[in-house]
């Protein structure tokens, strides 16, 4: 074999280890390690989130949870629309693991997950609590997802601080987040 063509191989060679090594893939962020479902049940106002098309038309939006005797969560997700109208959504939320609150995974009541049951799940993840379970960061593993949720439906800029540093400290990218609009009712 020429020189030529052994460096043009060790070339490659040493180029394919370089992209292999450089794509490690991110971990994903980490979850509170422990939820009290029982604490968590109740209503819950979006305070920010990363944009979704599924959330598109939304201005305020706040879910309502409650325990289920299996130890699913019932959720009801409504949303109030650019033009006045409010939008809703059923659905349930499961422990991805047995016994892991702080790792759901969500079904709503659609017919694509009538269809789909295993495909329309999304990853509810609980990134941050405070202790008093008035104010939560909640994700995906991805960081595709990202939602900011009080028991109030306003807050203190030193709240909204806490909810940034949290994101941020758990690698998301909040410099496109869609913040609580002012309703018209």
Not at 5 to 14: I, R, V
Not at 147 to 152: D, I, M, P, Q
């Amino acid at each position: 074999m020429k020189t030529s063509t052994k460096l043009l191989l060790l070339a490659g060679a040493a180029g394919l280890l370089v992209a292999c090594a450089s794509s490690t893939k991110t971990p994903p962020p980490e979850t509170v390690g422990s939820l009290d479902l029982e604490r968590y049940q109740g209503t819950w106002y979006e305070q920010a989130r990363l944009p979704m098309f599924f959330q598109r038309n939304c201005v305020q939006s706040e879910a309502h949870y409650h325990l289920r005797d299996d130890g699913s969560v019932a959720v009801l997700n409504r949303c109030l629309t650019q033009s006045g109208d409010w939008d809703q959504a059923t659905g349930v939320a499961s422990p991805m693991k047995p016994g892991v609150t702080d790792r759901l995974e969500v079904r709503f009541d659609t017919w694509f997950s009538g269809v789909f049951p295993n495909i329309a799940k999304g990853p509810y993840w609980v990134l941050y609590i405070d202790p008093e379970y008035r104010n939560a960061v909640v994700g995906s593993p991805d960081r595709k997802y990202l939602w900011f949720l009080s028991r109030s439906t306003e807050i203190t800029q030193q709240q909204r601080e806490t909810f940034l540093s949290v994101a941020k400290a758990k690698g998301f990218d909040t410099s496109g987040l869609v913040w609580r609009g002012q309703s018209s009712n």
